[in-house]
């Protein structure tokens, strides 16, 4: 039987996807945590273009980037599958996913900045969520994805639960779910799903985690 | 019903001419609409309202957004004739990673090259180079990126060659002399109608960005 092996963080909203993608399809898999201070000889040798998490390997083959991993993993096992088949459907799904991509760099924007670059940030944060809530859930969908989960879902998971982490590590209130009322019905669906609620990194270790992050960048500011 | 498929576009845009290279490789007649990026259309609005960005091919009344997203639409719903994607998963994956790559890397770095000056310039200028270097070496031996014929990576690839010249007068360098094998591959790819025709020429080119400069006060 095929090896699957995957590289990851645990913190990585990203390593998640693969993981979730993994465990809906049933494949088994190896998971390897990466110290991303320290990275592994093996995982530079699987990625040395990015040198990042996730890698899938699979009969010792590696495949980087998530979107690239999470197409993959499908067109291998197509069970519980994670794009629509039709062609249309399928690129309407791939435009939602390219541009929750495009958006993760308002993680770390929003956290590792202060002042106007902060609020900055808080702007282009709510200007995606604006277009979330008008464009992307469109026709009272429980999901993404429709009645189940798909990989759109699993791109914006990072506004369900990462942001909140987020949040309490700056002391903003980003999200006010009365302003979003379809994200915030989409955020309680997904975060009940058993394989999405049963693999999620535990919310404090994450917040000391960031906080000291944010304080050692703080610091190294007004020095 | 007779297909019906409009690409609204603009003839500089390193995307649009992905879209069009697709759209010849499968021989699919289509009704070409030159966007004015300063005065953008009803259309184009109302069906890219999110990034309200070219180009958007229209397939029977109905939008697809984002050029990557196009040839792989387009490879999909015509898949008789030229195929872009290979059938292996692995390669494809491969192909998609490389497809990311061009779009993370070297399309940013390109445009740091002829958009600034001085230090910042000249960082670019480097990593662009490598960055090139980094994609030869990825073609290798190969006649195209897809191994034997052409495909969703050379699709992706072969817009930036209309922009070579710009990037080289830009920046003072020959991308040639870095590069022999891309350029060697690029000239390959040229000789296909597809290509030779979806592509403007690299004076125009050149003649756009440094109006642009001008407009943007880069001098």
Same mark, same amino acid.
């Given at each position: $039987?095929?090896?699957?092996?995957?590289?990851?963080?645990?913190?990585?909203?990203?390593?998640?996807?693969?993981?979730?993608?993994?465990?809906?399809?049933?494949?088994?898999? %190896?998971?390897?945590?990466?110290?991303?201070?320290?990275?592994?000889?093996?995982?530079?040798?699987?990625?040395?273009? /990015?040198?990042?998490?996730?890698?899938?390997?699979?009969?010792?083959?590696?495949?980087?980037?998530?979107?690239?991993?999470?197409?993959?993993?499908?067109?291998?096992?197509?069970? @519980?599958?994670?794009?629509?088949?039709?062609?249309?459907?399928?690129?309407?799904?791939?435009? #939602?996913?390219?541009?929750?991509?495009? +958006?993760?760099?308002?993680?770390?924007?929003?956290?590792?900045?202060?002042?106007?670059?902060?609020?900055?940030?808080?702007?282009?944060?709510?200007?995606?969520?604006?277009? =979330?809530?008008?464009?992307?859930?469109?026709?009272?969908?429980?999901?993404?994805?429709?009645? %189940?989960?798909? =990989?759109?879902?699993?791109?914006?998971?990072?506004?369900?639960?990462?942001?909140?982490?987020?949040?309490?590590?700056?002391?903003? %209130? *980003?999200?006010?779910?009365?302003?979003?009322?379809?994200?915030?019905?989409?955020?309680? @669906?997904?975060?009940?799903?058993?394989?999405?609620?049963?693999?999620?990194?535990?919310?404090?270790?994450?917040?000391?985690?960031?906080? /000291?992050?944010?304080?050692?960048? !703080?610091?190294?500011?007004?020095? | 019903?007779?297909?019906?498929?409009?690409?609204?576009?603009? #003839?500089?845009? !390193?995307?649009?001419?992905?879209?069009?290279?697709?759209?010849? %490789?499968?021989?699919?007649?289509?009704?070409?609409?030159?966007?004015?990026?300063? @005065?953008?259309?009803?259309?184009?609005?109302? =069906?890219?309202?999110? /990034?309200?960005?070219?180009?958007?091919?229209?397939?029977?009344?109905?939008?697809?957004?984002?050029? &990557?997203?196009?040839?792989?639409?387009?490879?999909?719903?015509?898949?008789?004739?030229?195929? &872009?994607?290979?059938?292996?998963?692995?390669?494809?994956?491969?192909?998609?990673? #490389?497809?990311?790559?061009?779009?993370?890397?070297?399309?940013?770095?390109?445009?740091?090259?002829? +958009?600034? $000056?001085?230090?910042?310039?000249?960082?670019?200028?480097?990593?662009?180079?490598?960055?090139?270097? &980094? *994609?030869?070496?990825?073609?290798?031996?190969?006649?195209?990126?897809?191994?034997?014929?052409?495909?969703?990576?050379?699709?992706?690839?072969?817009?930036?060659?209309?922009?070579?010249?710009?990037?080289?007068?830009?920046? @003072?360098?020959?991308?040639?002399?870095?590069?022999?094998?891309? *350029?060697? #591959?690029?000239?390959?790819?040229?000789?296909?109608?597809?290509?030779?025709?979806?592509?403007?020429?690299?004076?125009?080119?050149?003649?756009?960005?440094?109006? =642009?400069?001008?407009? !943007?006060? *880069?001098?």
């Amino acid at each position: $039987m095929a090896v699957v092996k995957l590289f990851g963080a645990w913190f990585s909203p990203y390593a998640y996807r693969v993981i979730w993608a993994l465990k809906l399809k049933g494949i088994p898999y %190896e998971y390897i945590e990466e110290d991303l201070r320290n990275k592994s000889p093996l995982l530079l040798q699987y990625n040395p273009i /990015h040198k990042k998490v996730p890698v899938l390997v699979h009969d010792g083959k590696p495949i980087c980037e998530s979107t690239v991993i999470l197409q993959y993993i499908d067109e291998i096992w197509p069970q @519980n599958p994670l794009l629509p088949a039709d062609p249309y459907d399928r690129a309407a799904t791939l435009f #939602w996913i390219k541009f929750a991509d495009d +958006k993760g760099y308002l993680m770390s924007k929003l956290y590792q900045t202060d002042g106007e670059e902060q609020q900055a940030a808080v702007k282009e944060w709510l200007e995606m969520l604006e277009v =979330m809530e008008e464009h992307a859930l469109i026709g009272g969908k429980k999901f993404f994805g429709g009645e %189940e989960i798909n =990989m759109v879902d699993m791109a914006f998971s990072f506004v369900a639960y990462w942001l909140g982490v987020i949040e309490d590590v700056v002391g903003l %209130e *980003i999200f006010e779910p009365h302003k979003f009322p379809l994200v915030s019905l989409w955020i309680q @669906n997904f975060k009940s799903i058993p394989v999405i609620k049963e693999n999620l990194p535990d919310a404090d270790k994450m917040f000391a985690l960031l906080k /000291h992050g944010r304080e050692m960048m !703080l610091a190294s500011k007004s020095d | 019903m007779a297909e019906e498929v409009v690409l609204l576009d603009f #003839w500089p845009s !390193l995307f649009g001419m992905r879209s069009r290279i697709a759209l010849a %490789e499968k021989g699919i007649k289509y009704e070409y609409k030159e966007e004015d990026l300063r @005065n953008k259309s009803a259309l184009l609005l109302q =069906m890219n309202p999110v /990034h309200k960005k070219i180009p958007v091919l229209i397939h029977n009344g109905k939008p697809v957004c984002e050029s &990557l997203i196009q040839v792989q639409y387009i490879d999909e719903v015509w898949h008789d004739k030229a195929p &872009l994607l290979p059938s292996d998963p692995y390669q494809k994956a491969t192909g998609r990673f #490389w497809a990311d790559y061009i779009d993370k890397k070297i399309y940013d770095l390109g445009s740091r090259v002829w +958009k600034t $000056m001085g230090e910042e310039q000249a960082t670019a200028k480097k990593e662009f180079i490598e960055s090139l270097k &980094l *994609i030869e070496k990825e073609l290798g031996d190969k006649p195209y990126f897809g191994g034997e014929s052409f495909g969703y990576v050379d699709v992706a690839f072969i817009p930036f060659y209309s922009w070579f010249y710009a990037y080289e007068k830009c920046g @003072n360098f020959s991308i040639e002399a870095e590069c022999p094998k891309l *350029i060697a #591959w690029a000239k390959r790819c040229m000789q296909k109608e597809s290509v030779a025709k979806s592509l403007p020429g690299q004076q125009k080119v050149y003649d756009f960005i440094l109006q =642009m400069k001008k407009h !943007l006060g *880069i001098e």
